[in-house]
């Protein structure tokens, strides 16, 4: 064993992977592959909390790998696997759900009311209980880390008390995690409402950009995007909350920084900056959709088997642990 921390993080195979996401989680764990042990999920029984298309979903779960893949996630030093695949992520799930979590947590889970809305009542009970799979997923592995973005927050400090809870009942058996949050870039807006963050699931394409969209539709989105009222360039979460969506998006994909970017838009009006931000857009699309094209499913299905083993080792050890406290085992 080295004296690495361990990182657990996950994507959700629910819609088409957009820049929101690689913006504010994967790019930044490409980085923390050297520094700890990183394990990355494609977490697709989080995905069938809301309705999916089985052959549609079937597909996304590679893309996500792919994704993983072409994003610079290395088989080598990092496991990467597909979390139905694991039967002990849903199995500690239904113990923490006995003994580390109570109704009025999850009732306090702001992405529930989000993705429930109006129809609380006829929403699924998987929904609701969220949470405490992904809790499971990243206390199985004795987690330190997770980087994730400003909406799974809320999410990884229920697990931290999650962890607590179970350690004073039973001994230390659990890690209790932290999340990573990076300071820019991560809760990336919707181009055509800046009050919502972008979103994979939403129903409207023209509010986020896939990693995967065809090149020009990705420009037109970019000049499409709304953008507040006035004509300076200024970077103001509060009074130009879409300028300063579209300043993250160039500085977070074209690799500059926001004061530099300002300063170099002064005097120049919004139509100038929309259309080098496409141009951007479409430089980093079509590097990242080379790499992607390169990888075969073969290598993707192999990739995952792999992982799942490596995986599965390891959340075996853990699940049997806390079985054996609690008395099943
Ligand atoms: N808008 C965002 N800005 C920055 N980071 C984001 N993430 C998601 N949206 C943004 C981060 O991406 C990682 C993967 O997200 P997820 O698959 O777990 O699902 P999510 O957080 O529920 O994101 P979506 O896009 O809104 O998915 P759907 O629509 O399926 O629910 C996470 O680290 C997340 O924080």
């Not at 549609?56 to 779960?61: A, E, F, G, N």
């Not at 790499?291 to 959340?315: H, P, Q, T």
Request: hydrophobic letters at 40%.
């Amino acid at each position: 064993m080295d004296n690495k921390k361990t990182l657990f993080s996950g994507v959700q195979p629910s819609g088409r992977f957009n820049i929101a996401g690689y913006i504010g989680a994967v790019s930044q764990w490409v980085k923390m592959q050297e520094k700890y042990n990183c394990i990355f999920s494609i977490v697709d029984y989080h995905a069938i909390t809301i309705k999916q298309d089985p052959q549609v979903l079937k597909r996304q779960i590679k893309e996500v790998a792919k994704i993983y893949l072409a994003a610079g996630i290395d088989p080598k030093k990092s496991i990467i696997f597909q979390q139905s695949a694991i039967s002990a992520h849903t199995e500690l799930t239904w113990i923490l759900n006995c003994y580390g979590v109570r109704m009025s947590d999850l009732n306090k889970m702001t992405q529930f009311k989000d993705k429930a809305g109006k129809n609380q009542e006829s929403a699924s009970v998987g929904l609701f209980d969220y949470p405490v799979l992904m809790a499971a997923d990243i206390l199985l592995y004795n987690t330190n880390l997770v980087p994730v973005g400003e909406d799974q927050k809320q999410h990884v400090e229920l697990a931290r008390d999650i962890a607590k809870r179970i350690n004073f009942q039973f001994g230390d058996l659990f890690v209790v995690p932290q999340a990573i949050i990076k300071e820019e870039g991560a809760r990336i807006m919707s181009l055509l409402n800046p009050k919502n963050k972008m979103s994979k699931s939403d129903t409207n394409q023209n509010n986020s950009i896939a990693l995967l969209d065809d090149i020009d539709l990705a420009k037109k989105k970019i000049m499409k995007a709304v953008t507040d009222s006035g004509s300076e360039i200024v970077y103001d979460k509060e009074e130009k909350p879409a300028i300063a969506n579209l300043l993250t998006i160039y500085a977070q994909l074209g690799n500059r920084e926001i004061p530099r970017l300002v300063k170099d838009y002064q005097g120049k009006g919004y139509s100038d900056f929309k259309k080098d931000l496409a141009e951007v857009v479409a430089k980093f699309l079509s590097d990242f959709q080379t790499k992607y094209n390169k990888i075969s499913d073969k290598e993707v299905e192999d990739v995952l088997n792999e992982g799942a083993k490596r995986a599965e080792k390891l959340a075996k050890y853990k699940l049997d642990e806390i079985k054996n406290a609690i008395g099943v085992k």
